[in-house]
Structures are given as C-alpha cells and as structure tokens.
C-alpha cells in the first residue's frame, strides 16, 4: 500500500475513517440524542404500550414540559433530597373533570393545584409531585400539550417540581378523554400540628375568599343551561404561600386546623370538623362571602353556595384572640383579599353546624346525602 492509499484511508486529523458499522452507530446516537418529535395528532394504543411510541410522547410532552433533573432520568420513581426542617408529608388524589377545559383553568392546573392545596391544608411546604394519566385512544395530542403546560405553569406557581409519573392508554370509549392521578411530598416544619381534633370552643372560623367559583363555573361549562356569567371563572389556584403567611403570623398553635373545601363545598368541611372535635359550628349566613354571579346561578338552581366545591378558598380556624392577626395576614396575599371571619365555635350542640340566616333565624347545616355537582375535580 503506498503513501496516498494510506492517505485515503485516513480521516481527519489522521484517524482512520470511519468503516459503514461505525457510521451507522454514529447516526444511531445521533437520533438518541436529538430531542423526539411527536408526529401523531390523536393518541393511539400504541402510545400506551411502553415501546418507541409510549417513549416518544413521554420525552416529547412530558419531559419537554416538566424536564429538571429528577425527571430526566425518566425512571419508575425518583431519588429526592434530603427534606431538612420538618416532617415529611405525603398526598395523592385523582382528577376526573368534565369538561375538560373550563374558564380559568382545566384537568391540568387543577390537578397540580389540589394536591400542593392537601399538602398545604397539613401546614405542609409542597416540593415534589408525581403525576400518572390515563388517555383514551383518540384524544387529541394538541390537547394533551395544553393540559401539560398548565401542569408547568401551575407547578412553577406553586414552587414544586414533577419528578416522575406514568402514562396508560385505554381503547376508545373506555374513559372520558383524559383522567389524572397526582401525588406530594413535602415537609411540615417543626412545631406545627393541625387537624380538627385541635378545634375548640370560642375559636374564629375564616373563609379565605368568596367560595362556590369552581363548581358553578365547570357547571356553566357544561352548556345546557341558559344561564350568563360571562366574568365568572375558577378559583382554582396552589394555597401553600397563603398557608405560609397564615402559619407564620399566627405561630404557637394559634392555627387550629386548615381545610380546602372541595367537594362538598364549605359547609361539608365545617361538618367534618365539629363531628371530629365533638363542638358546634355557629356561621353568620350574611358573613359568608358569595359573588353575584354565583349566587344568582345558585338561586336559579336551587343549590346551596355553602355546598359548591371550590379549588383555591379554605378554612382556618384559628384562636379567637388571632382572628385580627389572621385575617391582615391572609388579606396580604392575593389569594386572601377577600378572607371574612364567618363564625365561631361553640360547646352545644356538639357535632352539628348552626347557620345563623339573614333573617334572624337559625337552621342546621347537614351533609348532603349527594352531590349535586359531580365530575367537578
């Protein structure tokens, strides 16, 4: 072999060229390390079945949209940090709403939202969050990309990361287009201690801000009803930095217990709290804080705004000698500007909430056998 056949079979730099496997391989690692494009527009079962397709919608839609480096890995759990100052906490709900998409949010953000909300109503500071969906064959791609960015944007608001998760896909007809499984993880500092059993009598019951916006608006949504509220959207929204500034200007216990009043509304929560601390639960009717326009859709239907869900209001109850404190420190925030003191605890009669109505008078406030609003989270 003479001096330009060695030259030949030189490349750059003197190196031998590269022989067709290794070109191959090359062209392999290249494509690995590209980012994947998702080229279907509808979800197909294929996308379910844990082969190219499945990974190929997971790193183009989810990770594109959460990626940080717990995720990245995309592994069947996620190895966190260490958790300094507190205990760990720990949630998981599901997320079956429909429609969908809703005025002031959808599926997505509130998913998100409810479970940094159960962590926070623990007086717990939310940090991670796994999330699990089941897609119906045929659901559109387009509305999965928008789902997951509200997913983003709302944990981003929130402060928490999604550091793992997982995708099933069921044939056409066997789900309603798009159901979410979330769960937390986060810490509860040291010295806090919150649940109904802490209630006590002559505590202040406050409601963060007017209630009944999310289950009215999703009902709205729904169409069918010939019923206008064009400015009325969800409250959807993460209450860990409300509860933060609650907790902190109320320290020592002065913070009784938080609930977020979801399904069921405020007055399922206020229930649940007298029965558990065996104590009454006296509101002023006129004092609850109801919109217009949810008041009026109410009325039209003959529903109870104290028993329609809400994603961004709760209820603190708090030593009454705190009220004054806790109401500055909850109107501070944007998500409290229409925080009210709504009522007291009382001894008798134990286990029951009382409603003191605009009228003078006084009704009992039970839990409904039902609900009137399903498929509403």
Known sequence: MNGDENTLALGERGRPAPNREELVLERIERVRRSRPRLREELITLAHGAGGKASRTLVEAVF???????????????????????????????????????????????????????????????????????????????????LIVATMAE???????????????????????????????????????????????????????????????????????????????????????????????????GR??????????????????????????????????????AVRGACELLGIDPLYVACEGRMVAVVAGDSADAALAALRSHPLGEGAAVVGRIAEDPPGLVLLKTGFGGTRIVDVLVGDPLPRIC
Do not use: W
């Not at 969908?100 to 998100?112: E, M």
């Not at 709302?154 to 007809?173: C, E, F, L, M, P």
């Open 63 to 145: 990770l594109e949209a959460f990626r940080n480096p717990f995720l990245e890995p995309l592994a069947d759990g996620a190895v966190l940090e260490a958790m300094e100052h507190g205990e760990p906490a720990f949630t998981t709900d599901s997320y079956v709403v429909t429609p969908l998409f809703f005025p002031g949010g959808d599926i997505g953000d509130l998913a998100v939202n409810g479970t940094v909300n159960d962590l926070a109503m623990c007086g717990a500071r939310p940090a991670h969050l796994s999330a699990a969906f089941i897609l119906e064959e045929g659901f559109p791609i387009r509305d999965l990309r």
């Open 154 to 252: 709302a944990a981003r608001a929130a402060g928490v990361t999604i550091v793992t998760g997982d995708t099933k896909v069921v044939q056409r007809g066997k789900a309603d287009g798009c159901y979410i499984t979330t769960a937390g993880v986060g810490t509860v500092p040291a010295g806090v201690r919150l649940g109904a059993s802490a209630v006590r009598p002559g505590d202040a019951v406050i409601v963060s801000g007017p209630i009944g916006e999310h289950g009215v608006t999703v009902m709205l949504a729904r169409g069918g009803l010939d019923i206008e509220a064009d400015d009325l959207v969800s409250d959807t929204a993460p209450l860990n930095g409300l509860t933060a500034l609650l907790l902190d200007a109320c320290p020592g």
């Open 255 to 292: 913070v009784r217990c938080l609930r977020d009043a979801t399904r069921g509304g405020v007055a399922t929560v206020l229930n649940e709290m007298a029965q558990a601390a065996e104590v009454a639960v006296v509101v002023a009717e006129e004092a609850v804080p109801v919109r217009p």
